[in-house]
């Protein structure tokens, strides 16, 4: 619009001679003698009848129209440049979102078969004891604390998983939850001591406890050294850990396990599957008696709860057919 407005402007600019020259001969006609007024010095000398001054200003207004209109049906289809120019628009086909691949978590391979068998039993186990509703609402709980629980994984350098896993198993995500026998208390089960030495104040908060069980398992792995040992000590406690590797190992700690466990290439599954009461009496005694079948198959537990809740967000399927089949 703006263009054609454009050039019907260039068309009056180059016809404003012609334009003039019409209206000053209209301004100069006196229609009561059918003169052109004498005092126009250049125009006096030659009167025009009133029908020859029609005759000229009618052809000169003629031939201006016409050629305004045939340049302006030349304006009019000119294209509009500002529209037309425009490249057309390439929209990029949408990218299909890849999911991130998770790390592989820490597993002692010299044990794997034996580990993924465990496992598998504790997998069960939960599908046994909690009916399909309620363990959909658990794992639903859980992860609705993702927030916490990826805030605090980054900070701390720690696997989010085992702190969904840990939720799970502690307190299946209820902040009031409450052991009588231990005194732990809230999400992550932390006793008074403990809550203490990484200045917990409320157990019953959720978001501290979960920032409190991140520093608690980056604060011990540089200790320790493996995660799988770094988990159980989680649940059974740093000084029963110590007491776990120098019995199985027959040696005293000089400073930190992670020595001993590097030196003798220690990892929990191993403890746990050659400490027969054959071969490591004592640690098979002290596994039974002080442990109990919570403490040693903790790690077991956590490794199941991962799944579990793996299984509740990728195969929801598979997830429904094993409680189908467990739960009686």
Do not use: W
Not at 66 to 94: M, Y
Not at 109 to 127: P, R
Not at 138 to 150: A, F, L, M, R, W
């Amino acid at each position: 619009m703006q263009k054609t407005v454009n050039n019907i402007c260039d068309i009056i600019k180059s016809n404003i001679k012609h334009l003039g020259f019409f209206m000053s001969e209209i301004k100069k006609y006196n229609p009561e003698n059918n003169q052109i007024k004498q005092d126009d010095k250049n125009l006096g000398k030659n009167k025009i009848t009133r029908r020859e001054f029609l005759k000229k200003s009618g052809l000169a207004l003629l031939g201006l129209t016409l050629f305004g209109t045939k340049a302006l049906g030349k304006a009019e289809k000119q294209p509009d440049k500002k529209l037309s120019d425009q490249p057309e628009a390439k929209l990029e086909p949408e990218k299909p979102k890849v999911e991130e691949k998770e790390n592989k978590l820490e597993i002692d391979e010299n044990y794997k078969d034996k580990i993924d068998e465990k496992v598998k039993k504790e997998i069960n186990n939960i599908f046994k004891t909690n009916n399909f509703d309620d363990l959909i609402k658990i794992c639903e709980k859980v992860q609705g604390y993702s927030e916490s629980v990826k805030k605090y994984a980054k900070e701390y350098n720690v696997d989010e998983r085992y702190l969904y896993a840990i939720i799970f198993v502690e307190s299946k995500g209820d902040p009031s939850a409450y052991n009588e026998n231990s005194g732990a208390f809230g999400l992550c089960q932390f006793t008074q001591d403990t809550a203490q030495q990484f200045n917990l104040s409320d157990r019953g908060n959720e978001d501290d406890s979960i920032r409190a069980t991140a520093k608690y398992l980056q604060y011990y792995k540089n200790f320790i050294g493996r995660d799988d040992l770094n988990i159980t000590s989680f649940n059974i406690g740093y000084g029963r850990l110590q007491e776990l590797l120098e019995k199985f190992t027959d040696k005293k700690i000089q400073q930190f396990p992670k020595e001993l466990v590097i030196s003798e290439e220690l990892s929990y599954p191993k403890i746990y599957f050659e400490a027969t009461k054959e071969a490591h009496p004592n640690t098979n005694l002290y596994m039974n008696k002080e442990l109990g079948e919570e403490g040693k198959n903790y790690y077991f537990k956590i490794l199941a709860a991962i799944e579990v809740l793996k299984m509740h967000r990728k195969d929801p399927e598979n997830f429904k057919r094993l409680s189908q089949e467990n739960f009686k």
